[in-house]
C-alpha cells in the first residue's frame, strides 16, 4: 500500500487528507471564512497586563483580544528572574511585534509569542535567535553535526540570526539547505520594513494557505504522491515546489477521475466515524471518546471479544489493538490538551509495560507533540498532546440545540412528573376549570397512556379537566401547561 495526501479543494474550504497504507491517519480542514492564524505576525497593542497570570492581553485586530505569556516574551533565562513580574516587560498601550503559536479554541483568544519565525521547507529562520538547532527527531549524531556546520558556515558568512533544521532537512545537500536559508533571508528582509511602517492592530505577515502548506510541514521521504482535484491549485504547488523543492515537483498530481478524490480511500466514510463517540475494533471491542473542555477520556471495552485462552490474554490484545487504534485516532480528531486512557485492568506488569510501548511506537509519526505517563494500578494512562488549532468535532459541529450539548435528553417518563408538579403549582394560583398540556408526541401518549391513572387523580384532587395536544415542533424535554 501507498502512502498518500489528497488535497481537495472548494471555493469555500480546502481540506487535507493523509493517508498511509491506505487508512486515513490526519486530516487538516481550512475554511475561506476561518483562515488558521498560526505563523501569522503581527503589529499589536498591549491592552491589558494582568501581572498575577504573568501574562497580557494584545489587541492584534481579531475579534478576541490575543495571549501572551511572560514564558512567550522571547527572554533568555538569564534575564528573566522568577520573581519578575510581566510589567517590567510590558505596559499597557504599548506596541509590540508579535507571532501567533495557537489558533483561538473555543472562547479563548489566539495565544502569542515574541521569538519571531518564518519556516521553509527545510529550515526555520529565527531573526533574533543565538544559537542554531536541529530537529530531536533527527537521531544520527553525525547527520545533526552535519547541519548545524552548515548553518553555522552560512550564519558567519551573512551575519544573520540563526536557524533551525527541521527533519525534512536530513540528508539534503548543502547547496539545496544553503538555498533555503538564502530564500528566508531575503523573505525576512522583504518583512522587516513592514514591522515599522505597519499601524497597531494590523497584519503583517501572513503564512501560506494550507494547500501550499502541505509541501512544507506534511511531506515526507516516504509519501508516494501527492494528489489535488483543483487544476489551479496543482499549478500553483507545482510553481511552489520548482521554486523551493524540486525533487518534489514529480510527485505531485493533478487528479481528473470521476470519483472524488476523498472517495479514493473512503476518506469521507472515515471522517463520519471520527466524529462519533464509539470506535469498533476490530477484535470486537471499542473504543469510547468523550471530549470535554478540560480533557478528553478514551474508555477501552472488550465488548465481544472473549477471546481463545484466558481472561487476561483477551484484555491484553484488546488494549494492544485499542493502543494503535487510539494513536490513529488522536490525530484524526485532532484532539489536544490533557488525555486520559482508561486501558481495560492488567494484572500482568509485562502486559502494561508492552501496551504502553505499542502506544508510544504508534505515536511516533504524530506531529504534535506527546508526553505519556506510566499505566497507573487502576489502568488509566495520563498524557498530553500539543494543541495547535480546533479539533475535528469543533471545526465540523456544533452543540445539539436540543440537549445543549449535553449529549442526553430527559426522558418521556421525567418530563411527565414535571407536568404533574407544574399543573399542581398552577392549580394552587389560579381558579380554572380545565387547562391543556401541549407537549412532545412520545410524551402526550405516555400521559394517556402509563400515566392515565395519575392524570384521573390529578383531575379528581384538583378539581380541573386536563386536556392535551401535540406540539410536532417540541422536544421531549419542552411542554406548556395553558389555563383556558
Not at 89 to 98: A, D, G, K, R
Not at 365 to 372: E, G, N, Q
Not at 430 to 438: F, G
Request: aromatic share 6%; proline share 2%; net charge negative.
Amino acid at each position: 500500500m501507498s502512502n498518500e495526501i489528497l488535497i481537495n479543494v472548494t471555493t469555500p474550504e480546502t481540506r487535507v487528507a493523509l493517508v498511509e497504507n491506505g487508512v486515513l491517519h490526519e486530516l487538516i480542514i481550512e475554511r475561506a471564512n476561518r483562515r488558521g492564524l498560526v505563523g501569522n505576525i503581527y503589529k499589536g497593542t498591549v491592552c491589558r497586563v494582568l501581572p498575577g497570570m504573568q501574562a497580557a492581553f494584545i489587541d492584534v485586530g481579531l475579534e478576541r483580544a490575543a495571549f501572551l505569556h511572560a514564558s512567550d516574551l522571547g527572554l533568555r533565562n538569564s534575564e528573566l528572574q522568577t520573581s519578575d513580574s510581566i510589567e517590567r516587560y510590558l505596559s499597557e498601550n504599548e506596541t509590540v511585534i508579535v507571532q501567533v503559536t495557537k489558533d483561538s479554541l473555543g472562547n479563548k483568544g489566539a495565544r502569542l509569542t515574541t521569538e519571531l519565525t518564518v519556516p521553509s521547507r527545510y529550515m526555520v529562520y529565527m531573526p533574533n535567535g543565538m544559537v542554531n538547532g536541529v530537529s530531536q527527531r533527527i537521531e544520527c549524531e553525525e547527520e545533526r553535526v552535519r547541519l548545524r556546520t552548515c548553518m553555522d558556515d552560512f550564519r558567519t558568512e551573512f551575519k544573520t540570526g540563526t536557524y533551525i533544521a527541521r527533519t525534512a532537512a536530513e540528508g539534503v545537500d548543502a547547496t539545496i539547505l544553503r538555498a533555503d536559508m538564502l530564500f528566508l533571508l531575503k523573505l525576512w528582509n522583504s518583512i522587516e520594513p513592514k514591522l515599522e511602517s505597519s499601524i497597531p492592530g494590523t497584519l503583517v505577515h501572513q503564512d501560506l494557505p494550507l494547500s501550499v502548506r502541505v509541501i512544507r510541514d506534511l511531506y515526507r521521504h516516504d509519501i508516494d504522491r501527492i494528489r489535488v482535484d483543483s487544476a489551479e491549485t496543482h499549478a500553483r504547488l507545482v510553481s511552489f515546489a520548482q521554486e523551493f523543492a524540486p525533487e518534489l515537483t514529480p510527485y505531485i498530481e493533478y487528479y481528473t477521475g470521476n470519483r472524488p478524490v476523498f472517495d479514493i480511500y473512503s476518506v469521507e466514510d472515515e471522517i463520519q466515524k471520527a466524529l462519533s463517540r464509539k470506535v469498533t475494533l476490530k477484535s470486537g471491542g471499542h473504543l469510547v471518546f468523550d471530549q470535554t473542555e478540560a480533557m478528553t477520556t478514551v474508555d477501552v471495552n472488550t465488548g465481544g471479544y472473549v477471546g481463545k485462552r484466558s481472561l487476561e490474554e483477551t484484555i491484553f490484545k484488546t488494549n494492544l489493538e485499542a493502543a494503535q487504534v487510539i494513536a490513529r485516532q488522536l490525530r484524526l480528531r485532532n484532539l489536544g490538551g490533557i488525555i486520559i486512557l482508561d486501558f481495560i485492568d492488567m494484572h500482568d506488569q509485562n502486559h502494561r509495560d508492552q501496551v504502553l510501548q505499542a502506544l508510544q511506537k504508534h505515536l511516533e509519526k504524530d506531529h504534535a507533540k506527546t508526553t505519556i505517563s506510566q499505566v497507573s494500578p487502576l489502568g488509566l494512562v495520563e498524557m498530553t498532546r500539543k494543541r495547535t488549532r480546533e479539533s475535528l468535532e469543533h471545526i465540523l459541529c456544533e452543540p445539539c440545540a436540543t440537549c445543549e450539548g449535553r449529549g442526553v435528553l430527559k426522558t418521556a417518563e421525567t418530563t411527565c412528573l414535571e407536568i404533574f408538579r407544574e399543573i399542581i403549582r398552577e392549580a394552587r394560583q389560579y381558579e380554572m376549570n380545565s387547562l391543556l398540556v401541549l407537549a412532545n408526541n412520545d410524551v402526550v401518549e405516555r400521559l394517556l397512556d402509563e400515566e392515565a391513572s395519575t392524570i384521573a387523580e390529578l383531575e379528581r384532587t384538583l378539581d380541573v379537566q386536563i386536556k392535551f395536544r401535540v406540539e410536532n415542533q417540541y422536544t421531549q424535554e419542552q411542554y406548556d401547561v395553558v389555563l383556558l
